[in-house]
Each structure stands twice: as structure tokens, then as C-alpha cells.
């Protein structure tokens, strides 16, 4: 005797709901990941950007404190960096592949100073460097806090560039100061 038996499947179809549910809770997840990893990347050229800025405020004030006879003859007040003004000076102080080492008064070594901080070296095996050339719209000054500006009056270095917004990419100007007393 043959036995026929039928079996109906009541959820016919099933796994393939089951599947394209999965595959929109996977496609928004990962669209969530890149918008994560979209920021972080912003936040992460922002603090690449805000550490150049403190390194290079720090380099001026450290070249200030080399030089404190040009600190103290007003050569580092009223310095203005931007991409306008980064004509060479025309002594090229100390030792460069363009140049032999050549001696230079405080203000002259102030002058060189402020170009090589501002502008980076004309040296073509040096990598560029400067606010002009590491910060993006990069400029600084640097201005004397007293007036009339007396040896040992404290000196404001201030770093300025314009850093894309995380949110919506848009540049927003932004500013370090520090207060540099000799």
C-alpha cells in the first residue's frame, strides 16, 4: 500500500523578507559608520590643523627668547605674516643651502625670524613650511602689549587661519594667541 502524504508550507516566501529587512538594517547601519568616519576625519584634520598653529606660535615666541637683544630693540613688534608680504629679507641670517653663514645684527636675526616663522625657508630641499604655507588662509603677528614698548613689555603672538566646520564644510576663521613675556 501506498501512502501519500502533501505538506504545505504555511510561510512560503518568508526568508526573502527576512533577507531584505537585513540587507535595509545593514545598508543604514553602514551609512551611519561613514557618516561617523566622515567626522572623525574632520575632527582630525581640525586637531592636525590647531596643533601646527600651537607649534608655530610656540616657535616664534622660542626664536624671541633667542633673541632677546632684538626682543628688547622692539625688532619683533608689529610683525604681520600673511602670503602678501613673504619676500625674502635681505640678509638670509645663520647657514642655508642658498646662502653661507652670515652675521646679523639682533634686528637683522628678528627680521629673518619673522620670515622663516611666517613664510618658511627658500631652501628647495626643505620641505615648506611657515603659517603661510602649513595653515590653510594662515596668518600671525605679532604685536607689543605696552605703549611706548619698553625692554621686558610682554608681547602678543597670534596665529589665525581658516578651518573647514565639521557640520557643513563651510571655513570659519579661527585664532590662537598667547601672551609672550621676555
Not at 85 to 112: D, H, I, Q, R
Not at 135 to 151: E, I, K, M, R
Request: charged share 15%; proline share 5%.
Amino acid at each position: 500500500m501506498l501512502v501519500q502524504t502533501t505538506c504545505h508550507k504555511a510561510h512560503t516566501g518568508f526568508t526573502l523578507i527576512e533577507i531584505l529587512v537585513t540587507i535595509v538594517i545593514v545598508s543604514v547601519g553602514l551609512l551611519g559608520l561613514a557618516g561617523l568616519q566622515i567626522n572623525g576625519l574632520r575632527a582630525n584634520m581640525s586637531s592636525e590643523t590647531r596643533s601646527k598653529a600651537t607649534l608655530l606660535a610656540g616657535d616664534i615666541v622660542e626664536r624671541m627668547r633667542a633673541n632677546l637683544a632684538g626682543v628688547d630693540a622692539n625688532a619683533y613688534r608689529n610683525i604681520v605674516v600673511n602670503a602678501a608680504n613673504c619676500a625674502a629679507p635681505e640678509k638670509l641670517c645663520g647657514n642655508t643651502s642658498t646662502s653661507a653663514a652670515v652675521e646679523c645684527t639682533a634686528p637683522e636675526m628678528a627680521t629673518f625670524d619673522a620670515w622663516v616663522w611666517g613664510c618658511g625657508t627658500a631652501d628647495a630641499d626643505v620641505r615648506k613650511s611657515g603659517v603661510t604655507n602649513l595653515l590653510p588662509g594662515g596668518t600671525a603677528s605679532v604685536t607689543c602689549n605696552d605703549a611706548p614698548c619698553l625692554p621686558g613689555s610682554p608681547h602678543t603672538v597670534t596665529v589665525s587661519w581658516n578651518e573647514l566646520s565639521p557640520t557643513d564644510g563651510e571655513a570659519t576663521p579661527q585664532t590662537i594667541r598667547l601672551i609672550v613675556v621676555p
